[in-house]
């Protein structure tokens, strides 16, 4: 079997692990999120393809999520003794090692997707990853400034999280670079050849929408024979993780698992989902989700460890096979 991942960054790397559990033989591609990426101090930095290139590789600091296991900030401590500008995002000393290869790669003229084959080969990974562009994308936040003269200022999305916890209304998301970008090579054909599409559970506007709004993405999956099947990020009307009800409202999207589904739409009626996947807490919205063509189930959605991962990757291949028929 074909299943190929359209991902983010925490969410999607956990969820890949109950699904190598569940299909440790199936040939997995993963379309990775690269709207977060920015450049700090040189270094081209990759957080979604990194996230899930440790989790996946077993590099990564489970506890926080992101970042190295047993990570050192002594490169940090002197960035910040500089009392230089960004220093508000955290560089590991050896995640640093990651970028400075990255970076090193891409002055060669080597594209993303060469440079991220590089990278991975170290970490053996179970899938193949690969960022969904190889030209610059960065998502940007508009938040609300009352000092700027039209009382708004726009941050790259990294800033907004990272520097201002999200605390800064947001009235509306930039993917900066999109129109003039196209998807990588490999991102199509995964796509197009798949047995099954999957939304893990990921932020729907800053991982997912960037890699449907690069060209010619989301009309490969409305084509593709696939079923597509997702899950919801949002339990009891909060996100897992992350802000998403930050950004949801921003897109005019009700922050809930049926509003999430509906924002994505049903395949019948011109959107993406066969199928999706809801949180036992919100069992009462299965009732709504069917009503717009996508047939829903309710179950336990929070990955407290890899069997509970693992439980998600069966009920979500369960119902793939169900819309299949």
Do not use: C
Request: aromatic letters at 4%.
């Amino acid at each position: 079997m074909r299943i190929t991942v359209l991902a983010g960054g925490i969410g999607a790397a956990r969820f890949l692990r109950g699904l190598i559990a569940q299909a440790p033989e199936a040939e997995i591609t993963v379309i990775g999120n690269t709207g977060d990426d920015l450049t700090l101090y040189g270094l081209r930095v990759s957080p979604d393809l990194d996230t899930v290139m440790y989790t996946l590789g077993g590099g990564n600091d489970e506890a926080k999520g992101w970042g190295r296991a047993d990570e050192s900030w002594n490169a940090l401590a002197e960035i910040q003794a500089y009392d230089a500008t960004p220093s508000w995002f955290g560089l590991g000393d050896r995640d640093i090692g990651t970028h400075l290869v990255r970076t090193a790669l891409l002055d060669e003229g080597r594209t993303l997707s060469e440079a991220t084959a590089a990278l991975t080969a170290r970490w053996d990974l179970p899938v193949r990853l690969v960022p969904m562009t190889d030209l610059r994308v960065e998502t940007h936040v508009v938040v609300e400034d009352p000092d700027q003269p039209d009382g708004r200022r726009r941050l790259h999305f990294q800033e907004y999280w990272v520097r201002h916890h999200a605390e800064l209304p947001v009235v509306d998301v930039w993917f900066d670079g999109i129109e003039t970008s196209e998807p990588a090579p490999g991102v199509l054909d995964a796509i197009a050849s798949a047995d099954l599409l999957l939304l893990p559970p990921s932020n729907p506007v800053v991982s997912i929408g960037p890699i449907l709004a690069v060209p010619g993405v989301r009309d490969a999956v409305l084509a593709a024979p696939a079923p597509v099947v997702g899950l919801s990020p949002i339990v009891g009307g909060a996100p897992v993780r992350g802000m998403a009800d930050k950004l949801l409202p921003a897109i005019g999207v009700d922050t809930s698992a049926a509003g999430v589904a509906m924002h994505f739409g049903g395949r019948r009626s011109g959107g993406l989902l066969d199928g999706w996947l809801v949180d036992e807490r919100d069992a009462d919205a299965v009732p709504r989700i069917e009503q717009a063509g996508i047939a829903a189930r309710a179950l336990p959605l929070l990955m407290t460890d890899v069997a509970a991962a693992a439980a998600m990757a069966r009920a979500t291949l369960d119902l793939a096979e169900e819309v299949r028929r």
